[in-house]
């Protein structure tokens, strides 16, 4: 399998004034989403990422929708096929045809069997993603209406939902916890190091297990493997409990309320009260976890002298200092007191993180550049590691559902600009570069191109 290009667009990449051609843009991202169809699922990348991952099955379809909505919906229904009798719906699918050794860890890792009365096919992984689900099926059925597939579709989002409060309200406050930081999708975010560090570092174990990500990619670019041979054992431990989630805090080595996990469960809530409307159910249940999710984040989470959210350790009942992306996305939630959603976006808007506030210049970058992973000023910020710098395009595209929500319209707009040209001048990169935008990763991302073609839809 080739080597991964991880920085290849040219110095270039830094230039404001490069006009975007939409037409252009849009072709190309759509190129991106047809090579990367599966028959009935799409992958994140052909390269690094060959099965089917589950929030980025949800992003991906939102810009399907404008391209091939019956896709779209084949993408959501595909994932749900998948999901567990007890609701959780797997962070992979696996894809049959790809072989073991092609991706770690696999299905014979994660040991899960197959699901009862389903596939015998569908094999799995056992922890989650954030539920960005329900918001992609309002969204796709915004464009492209199937009663049918929303029928299908709304039980099993509903069964979603119950998992996350039920079986991982492991805090007991309300709030959904994640058991691994995979299950963030923000892998290595600095959110989770303080968790992490409590927890032998054993790089012994990749002796054992051989890490195929840095096969294919750049290893300055990837996880550290103290922090990889961390999540290997925190997965084989929640996997050798059989998936349970009895007793989370006193049982398990990560249990963590991450701000941006519980604000996509909120706003799914909400996604669902719309959803609920169209299939003829009760909305009122869905707006009044909306809510109640919403006020626990802001007693629990925010905090005044940062004006940002954090990441809450429910084993040692301490917040993260790190100041992260995953802090400013809870301003996606509309029930959010102003005082506190202005506080995000003046820390949004601030050196830390250079949201533009026009469609010049954002500050704390010398290019028209998105908002990073994380604090620009900190002194771990690396502008090429994961998540631990570099600029991605789905908080982004999120952040600016927030900045509109409500009503920051001029950073909004200055906001959409920096992605689509970002994506313009490097292509539809996993990542890039918080300084000059150069694409980092692999390339032809599906999410990348699937939300660059939902925010042209909503410029033209």
Not at 37 to 65: C, E, K, N
Not at 187 to 212: E, F, H, K, T
Not at 392 to 408: A, C, D, K, S, T
């Amino acid at each position: 399998m080739r080597q991964v290009e991880q920085t290849c667009t040219p110095s270039s990449a830094v230039d404001d004034h490069h006009p975007i051609d939409l037409n252009r843009l849009r072709r190309t991202a759509e190129a991106v989403l047809r090579g990367n169809w599966s028959g009935d699922h799409m992958v994140p990348s052909r390269t690094l990422y060959p099965h089917q991952w589950s929030w980025d099955a949800a992003f991906i379809s939102i810009g399907l929708a404008h391209l091939a909505p019956e896709r779209a919906w084949r993408d959501l229904h595909s994932l749900f096929t998948a999901q567990w009798p007890d609701g959780r719906v797997p962070h992979i699918v696996f894809d049959p045809g790809v072989d073991e050794k092609d991706y770690f860890p696999g299905p014979e890792f994660w040991d899960v069997p197959p699901l009862p009365g389903g596939p015998s096919h569908i094999r799995t992984t056992g922890i989650v993603q954030p539920p960005v689900h329900a918001l992609a099926a309002r969204m796709i059925h915004r464009v492209s209406p199937d009663t049918a597939e929303l029928k299908w579709l709304y039980p099993r989002l509903v069964a979603q939902q119950e998992y996350l409060l039920k079986h991982r309200d492991a805090g007991g406050a309300g709030l959904v916890s994640i058991v691994h930081p995979w299950e963030s999708g923000l892998d290595n975010s600095p959110a989770w190091d303080r968790a992490l560090s409590a927890l032998p570092a054993d790089v012994g174990i990749l002796s054992r297990y051989q890490r195929r990500d840095v096969q294919v990619s750049v290893a300055t670019h990837r996880p550290t493997n103290a922090d990889y041979a961390r999540y290997i054992a925190l997965a084989a431990s929640y996997r050798d409990n059989g998936y349970r989630d009895f007793d989370l805090a006193e049982r398990h080595g990560f249990v963590v309320e991450c701000p941006a996990f519980n604000a996509l469960t909120a706003d799914a809530e909400l996604a669902l009260a719309e959803l609920a409307e169209a299939v003829g159910a009760d909305p009122g249940p869905h707006r009044e976890r909306a809510a109640e999710i919403t006020q626990v984040m802001v007693d629990r989470l925010f905090n005044p002298a940062t004006g940002m959210f954090h990441a809450f350790d429910v084993r040692t009942r301490q917040r993260s200092e790190a100041r992260c992306v995953s802090g400013l996305l809870p301003l996606i939630l509309p029930g959010l007191p102003t005082q506190v959603a202005a506080s995000l976006v003046e820390q949004a808007e601030s050196a830390r993180f250079g949201l533009a506030t026009s469609t010049g210049t954002g500050s704390g970058t010398g290019a028209k550049v998105p908002v990073p992973s994380y604090d620009r000023t900190a002194p771990d910020f690396d502008p090429l590691r994961y998540w631990r710098g570099p600029v991605w395009i789905n908080v982004n595209w999120l952040l600016r559902r927030g900045l509109q929500e409500h009503g920051y319209t001029e950073q909004a707009e200055a906001l959409r600009s920096a992605i689509l040209s970002v994506v313009d001048r490097s292509g539809s990169y996993e990542y890039f570069h918080p300084d000059t935008g150069e694409g980092i990763g692999t390339a032809e991302f599906s999410w990348t191109a699937a939300l660059t073609l939902d925010l042209i839809a909503r410029q033209e």
